[in-house]
């Protein structure tokens, strides 16, 4: 009977082990392929990035260690006209922008979820500018606001102008029309995050609200919001965590020129103006910006999870 | 009607203005696709003279002129829209596909490390790291990735913001299906792709939706890293800034109107599926 028993328990580890091992391979298999790729594509590109922020290329393509990235960085960015200086003060207007913006795109899924009148077309051409080329949308509006355009003329009747201005080229109207130009494509907001956020409250909650006499500004300030906090916090993290890489249509629009470079579109422009050519020191240059920025990005990162953990301590991802 | 009697004075005035802000800026989007299609149909000096102006003598031959007219470098219309079609539904592919399997394994194998990707996810998506661009492209330089097709091999990362999306629609899927098709003999590939893929679709179908149209109209990193096989977006743009010596707006209206045609095809179709499947983060209880 033991001998018995023996081999039957034995049987069964030798299939319950088999088993796990099959199960072992599965996961294996599945997890190689993208953690390879997160191990070359993030780990190995931001690890050799902070060793660029370290580096330069001497003219023979010789690469050596050295602080002269930084000493340029913080030597620009005492001078008030420099680009650098010029590209933060633009981001964080673009940011504040955002921001501004950000409940505004909540109340427009609210308003939808409500079911505005006409609300699935006015849903599908809110979309339209997610499905749209940035290229098309931004030609639209360069010819809008261009001196042939209606806007132009208008600036130059209240400005009483002898000339139609050339908005996106003169500095003086230049960040306030890419400005316009982010509000005027940012007011839907989120609306595929939001709308599936939305649509799995329970309607339950809102007609018991509604019996109650709630009204909409209290069932979307009291009810709703609570409600969808853990996305509103998430999202709101990473709208301020993504605070250095704010910008609108700036390399559409005007290519940073005339004032409103932003530090995204300056970046950028790094990558894109070395045509090529892996050995120029603006990546080098770019990758020691990036360094400094980082630091503060994760500190603040840090203090905001921080802020909205403590607003509620239920919030999940 | 039903829903604005429902409601009181002070509701029905503010839906009101929200509506009207609302059809305006709607309008104001329909004007978009609207110009460039009509652009297309002008004549190159009609659009010079008056690029508004809704007189003229519609010329479809501009839509067929695309085809031949179009050229960037070695690349015309046919090859950009090879282009275009094969890294957009590509990259989108593999994409939602890494991360629809890593998401799985991690949401439902109980191993200790496979929680440490949950965590990884979560910091690589909190923490953005600027300033890497010009490693990226070192790296795609020396990997030899630059203008090639097996660029999209890159896409092959799970640790993004669709594994949350694929992570969350697992967690929600009960484990009973998978443990009645083992008991039926299935083994753990055939469960993931007949059983339990299945029932994530929608989800899957709407993040490739999204991301496919991200991809079609992306026109920044393939500027970079694609400007020898330029994609529809980035070539036509290439083809605008090209334009010293011909300067061909109508042709180049009637590029962009093509080009807008498929994304705005595939997000009708696939409206519903992409608004009501998405979201982020959990509801309170």
């Given at each position: 009977m033991t001998l018995q028993s023996n081999a039957a328990r034995n049987g069964r580890n030798r299939i319950r082990s088999k088993s796990e091992m099959k199960k072992i391979l599965f996961v294996i298999a599945f997890c190689t392929l993208p953690l390879l790729n997160f191990l070359i594509f993030y780990v190995f590109v931001n690890a050799q990035s902070f060793l660029m922020a370290f580096q330069r290329v001497r003219g023979n393509g010789d690469v050596y260690f050295t602080l002269a990235n930084f000493t340029r960085f913080f030597g620009e960015f005492t001078e008030p006209t420099s680009e650098i200086g010029i590209s933060l003060r633009n981001t964080f207007i673009t940011f504040g922008v955002l921001l501004l913006l950000f409940p505004i795109g909540f109340l427009v899924s609210y308003f939808l979820y409500k079911r505005i009148l006409g609300y699935k077309v006015i849903r599908a051409l809110f979309f339209l500018p997610s499905v749209l080329a940035g290229t098309i949308v931004t030609t639209f509006y360069v010819n809008v606001v261009g001196v042939d355009g209606p806007i132009a003329k208008l600036v130059q009747n209240i400005m009483n102008l002898p000339y139609v201005p050339s908005l996106l080229s003169d500095s003086r109207f230049a960040n306030l029309f890419v400005f316009l130009n982010l509000i005027w494509l940012s007011i839907p907001g989120d609306m595929i995050i939001w709308g599936g956020t939305l649509s799995r409250i329970s309607q339950s909650v809102l007609e018991a609200a509604e019996l109650d006499g709630v009204g909409w500004f209290r069932e979307a300030w009291q009810i709703i919001l609570p409600l969808v906090w853990p996305t509103f916090a998430m999202k709101l993290l990473l709208l301020v965590v993504g605070v250095f890489g704010s910008t609108g249509n700036v390399f559409l629009l005007t290519r940073g020129d005339s004032g409103t470079m932003t530090l995204n579109c300056w970046m950028y422009l790094q990558v894109y103006e070395t045509g090529g050519n892996i050995r120029s020191n603006s990546l080098y240059y770019l990758s020691a910006v990036g360094v400094m920025i980082t630091a503060v990005a994760v500190v603040l990162a840090l203090v905001v999870k921080k802020i909205t953990d403590r607003l509620n301590a239920d919030v999940s991802y | 009607m039903k829903i604005l009697e429902k409601r009181s004075v002070g509701q029905r005035i503010v839906f009101a203005v929200a509506w009207l802000i609302f059809v305006t800026v709607a309008a104001s989007y329909l004007c978009i696709f609207l110009w460039v299609f009509l652009s297309g149909l002008k004549t190159h000096d009609e659009i010079v003279l008056?690029?508004?102006?809704?007189?003229f003598a519609p010329q479809f031959q501009n839509y067929i002129d695309v085809f031949s007219m179009l050229r960037v470098g070695r690349s015309n219309f046919a090859s950009m829209l090879f282009n275009s079609i094969y890294f957009s539904v590509f990259n989108a592919l593999f994409t939602c596909l890494s991360s629809c399997m890593l998401a799985y394994v991690v949401s439902k194998f109980r191993y200790r490390v496979l929680k440490y990707i949950h965590v990884i996810v979560l910091i690589v998506i909190t923490l953005p790291i600027y300033g890497s661009s010009g490693s990226m492209y070192k790296l795609y330089h020396d990997l030899g990735l630059l203008n090639s097709y097996t660029q999209v091999l890159a896409a092959f990362s799970g640790v993004n913001s669709y594994f949350l999306f694929f992570f969350a629609a697992f967690e929600c899927l009960s484990w009973n299906y998978a443990e009645a098709a083992y008991i039926d003999g299935a083994g753990h590939t055939k469960v993931f792709f007949l059983v339990m893929f299945p029932q994530v679709f929608n989800v899957f179908g709407a993040l490739f939706i999204m991301n496919w149209i991200a991809c079609w109209n992306d026109y920044s990193s393939a500027l970079i890293y694609l400007s020898k096989l330029p994609t529809l977006a980035s070539g036509i743009y290439m083809f605008e800034s090209n334009m010293i010596y011909e300067v061909r707006l109508d042709i180049l209206y009637a590029a962009y109107a093509i080009a807008a045609v498929p994304p705005i095809v595939i997000f009708s179709l696939f409206s519903n599926m992409l608004t009501n499947n998405i979201s982020f983060g959990a509801l309170k209880d």
């Open positions: - | 008056d690029p508004f102006g809704l007189r």
